[in-house]
């Protein structure tokens, strides 16, 4: 059972939007800990795909993009291309734990 | 670009020993933190503990205290996961990773970046 919760899969057509959620509580997301997500490509380990809420790194295209509100936060994808089909994993800190805390991850299926 | 290099696939026995390893570079493991993380199937990612390089200053996570060691030798910028005596649930994909912005603070940003390519621990009689 992970600390932050995500739907186990979400999937969309080509071109259509998607929406990935990830509920936290007052300890992590809710006490103000930044929200980051990683992108996992089938047979290869997490990468960067948004840090500190908002912000992707260099390369990553503007088609994602992330937002934090209260206890929770969102990772969109519009524009879904076939190469987005990947796991996605939310993580942020929690402040009880004194440590990194993650989703369970999110399949994303490209139909 | 930076990078992190983990050691191979290994296939051992219950009760054996292992030691993997992730690998650096020089500013790498002078100025971050580094942390293990473990990703079996179903169960999502868990962080497993931290070592600032260093000064070889290390902290477990509650689930992991006692069950691993974590070192690191600064001067090959090598930080090191090893099991004394391994059990068959102990077979997952270990990644190594470098932690942004470590600190218990809302200020500090605490992501992992980059990650190793992973190391498939695998433990069966």
């Known amino acids: 059972q992970s600390v932050l919760t995500q739907p186990p899969s979400v999937s969309g057509a080509p071109g259509q939007r998607v929406t990935i959620s990830c509920t936290g509580s007052s300890s992590n997301i809710g006490a103000g800990y930044d929200v980051h997500w990683y992108q996992q490509l089938p047979g290869t380990a997490p990468k960067l795909l948004m840090y500190s809420n908002t912000n992707r790194p260099s390369g990553v295209p503007d088609r994602f993009s992330g937002s934090k509100s209260g206890s929770s936060a969102s990772l969109a994808i519009t524009g879904l291309q076939a190469e987005d089909e990947a796991d996605y994993f939310c993580?942020?800190?929690?402040?009880?734990?004194?440590?990194?805390?993650f989703g369970g991850g999110t399949k994303v299926t490209v139909l | 670009e930076v990078q992190l290099v983990q050691s191979g696939p290994e296939v051992k026995k219950p009760g054996e020993s292992l030691k993997i390893s992730c690998k650096g570079s020089?500013?790498?493991?002078?100025?971050?933190?580094i942390a293990w993380v473990r990703h079996m199937p179903g169960r999502g990612l868990e962080w497993m503990g931290i070592?600032?390089?260093?000064?070889?200053?290390?902290r477990y996570s509650p689930s992991f205290q006692g069950q691993v060691t974590i070192s690191a030798d600064k001067s090959i910028s090598t930080a090191y996961l090893q099991w004394s005596s391994l059990r068959a649930s102990d077979s997952a994909i270990y990644y190594c990773?470098?932690?942004?912005?470590?600190?218990?603070?809302?200020?500090?940003?605490?992501?992992?970046?980059?990650w190793g390519q992973g190391s498939l621990v695998t433990v069966s009689s």
């Open positions: 990773a470098r932690i942004v912005g470590y600190c218990n603070s809302p200020t500090c940003p605490n992501y992992f970046d980059p």
């Open positions: 070592i600032y390089p260093g000064d070889s200053d290390t």
């Open positions: 993580q942020s800190y929690d402040s009880s734990l004194s440590g990194w805390v």
């Open positions: 020089r500013d790498t493991f002078t100025n971050y933190w």
